[in-house]
């Protein structure tokens, strides 16, 4: 982990945490095969707590950090059928995290690629933000946006579209996808919030936004994650 990444891994350390808690109960093993989109921490932590090599999916990654393969695809060529790898593995579970909302495209092409890299009746785990969170709607009604704005060519590290739990259980009907688990969380550290180019350790007030947030109905939280299941039922792409 690079020095610049210490505030971002510490920011979502409990979100780590919370997906790998929900892969324990899917009994996941070093035999599982494992696919996260988007590499980053998390994927090495899923390889340290199942001994497994988990392959991993995404642009400009110089190593493998999950021990097992990279595989080298812009998401955004998903658009294109004919532009699907045809040789890579097949996955019992692919970890798509916090990437969703980065996407300038519709993120129906890249679930519908995503899905075809599952064994029948495996599993699609997915965390963005909820586009209906408590601090969205506050921002809204104040006129303020609370999406960012678009930045250069190139660059997807801002969020060009967020989704709510209802936009992600239509997608996932369309897809032929069995909804398993829907959970909406605050599972991050607040303390660690300011953690772009000038980092900032906020120990008394990111204390109190964590107790503050995790506190908020359900609906109202920061975080989505949802597990879905491949079944096969006719669908075609």
Known sequence: MRPEEAGYVAFHAPRFAYLLQLLDLCHVNASTKILDVGPSRLTELMAERFGAAVDSLGVQIPTAPGGGRHFDFDLRDSVHNSLWPADLPRYDIIVFA???EHLPITPMA????LRSLLKPGGLLFIQTPNA???TKRIKLLLGRNPFDMPTARGDFSSHFREYTVAELNLMAKALDFRVQKVC????FDARYARHGPEPEFQPRLGTTKNILYRAMPSRFREGITVQWQ?????FTR
Not at 110 to 113: A, E, K, N, P
């Open 230 to 234: 491949r079944v096969d039922s006719g």
């Open 132 to 134: 209906a969170s408590i």
């Open 184 to 187: 909406r969380e605050y599972y």
């Open 98 to 100: 916090e990437v969703i």
């Open 110 to 113: 890249v679930l519908g690629f």
